[in-house]
């Protein structure tokens, strides 16, 4: 099937870009960035927009910096940028992890690292990975630029605080310290296919015990859930296995999946469990590696 007509532009500014968001006659808009879910969506007529603001031609959004310990990821940089990006490595290895799990390389080659936080997908990698860091969406509309923590950015499936005529800009995480190790381990039905759960953990370690730990869930939940009690429990304990197994114990409490054609609740609550287990061990084992 092909789209309905819309009309194309192409600004080249982020100003001329909110512009054409906000100048709108009234008619639907949407953004495009990698096209990897917008096309689809397009073509099978799950969204009808009657213009298509297309970003990539604004070259400041896909630069990588990082300055005063704070890593700025553009939001036009591709996922396979970030993949293969040492910066991204060194100072997000959760990002780092997270990333190459999303699609196969050509959807990577194309796909955004802000198209993917902004379609907010349950089951996809880096909305988990942008709440369990605690990541800062900037974003830009009329009224400026404004800065939405992660864990308000997401309201539910395909959803966000993103107003209609507002581009994401860019995500902003701390730089990673050193002793710090991360992991994201998920379960998907086929090879490539969106995770029924996933877990994004990182461990930071003072010596033998661990000084921090983070750890959110997606696929149990309208928006990744960020696994307090787990963290709390790990904190300031030495990462063996039963300290390990506690926490995901501890997690679990916290955790309530609903039942859908893809799984039962029961079976998503135990999958969360494991998987919870696996990436804070793996998280650990990259910790000591980097002390
Ligand atoms: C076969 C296949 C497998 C895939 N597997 C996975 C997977 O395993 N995990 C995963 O996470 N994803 C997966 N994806 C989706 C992929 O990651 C997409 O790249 C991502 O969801 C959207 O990024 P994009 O840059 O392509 O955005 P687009 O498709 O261009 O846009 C997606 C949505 O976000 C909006 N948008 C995009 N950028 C911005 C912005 N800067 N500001 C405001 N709004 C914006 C668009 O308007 C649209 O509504 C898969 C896609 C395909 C086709």
Redesign the pocket.
């Known amino acids: 099937m092909k789209p309905a007509a819309f009309e194309y532009l192409s600004p080249t500014s982020l100003t001329a870009a909110v512009e054409a968001l906000t100048n709108t006659d009234g008619g639907a808009t949407?953004?495009?960035?990698?096209?990897?879910?917008?096309?689809?969506?397009l073509n099978f007529r799950l969204?009808h927009?009657t213009r298509i603001?297309d970003?990539n031609g604004i070259a400041a959004?896909s630069e990588i910096s990082e300055a005063d310990g704070l890593l700025t990821i553009g939001?036009?940089v591709?996922?396979r940028t970030a993949e293969r990006s040492d910066v991204v490595r060194r100072a997000c290895p959760l990002l780092a992890e997270a990333v190459r799990?999303?699609?196969?390389p050509?959807?990577?080659n194309?796909?955004?690292?802000?198209?993917?936080?902004?379609?907010?997908?349950p089951?996809?990698?880096?909305?988990a990975v942008a709440v369990c860091l605690d990541a800062e969406i900037v974003?830009e509309g009329p009224a400026g630029e404004r800065v939405i923590p992660a864990a308000e950015f997401f309201t539910g499936p395909?959803s966000t605080r993103?107003a209609d005529d507002?581009?994401?800009?860019a995500v902003r995480v701390r730089s990673a310290a050193s002793g710090t190790g991360a992991a994201y381990e998920e379960l998907?039905r086929k090879h490539?296919?969106?995770?029924m759960a996933g877990v994004a953990a990182v461990v930071r370690l003072d010596g033998d015990t661990v000084a921090e730990a983070r750890v959110a869930v997606s696929g149990v939940g309208t928006t990744p859930v960020r696994a307090n009690r787990a963290e709390a429990a790990l904190a300031g304990q030495a990462p063996v296995e039963k300290a390990i197994a506690d926490a995901a114990a501890a997690a679990l409490e916290g955790i309530s999946p609903t039942s859908d054609l893809h799984a039962s609740a029961a079976y998503r609550r135990h999958v969360a469990g494991v998987l919870i287990r696996r990436a804070l061990t793996s998280a650990t084992t990259h910790a000591r590696e980097n002390r």
């Open positions: 949407k953004v495009l960035a990698g096209g990897q879910s917008l096309m689809p969506q969204a927009p603001v970003i959004l939001a036009l591709r996922q799990l999303i699609g196969y050509a959807i990577r194309r796909g955004t690292i802000g198209g993917s936080l902004a379609h907010a997908d089951g996809a990698e880096l909305p974003v395909f993103l507002e581009i994401l800009t998907s490539v296919g969106f995770a």
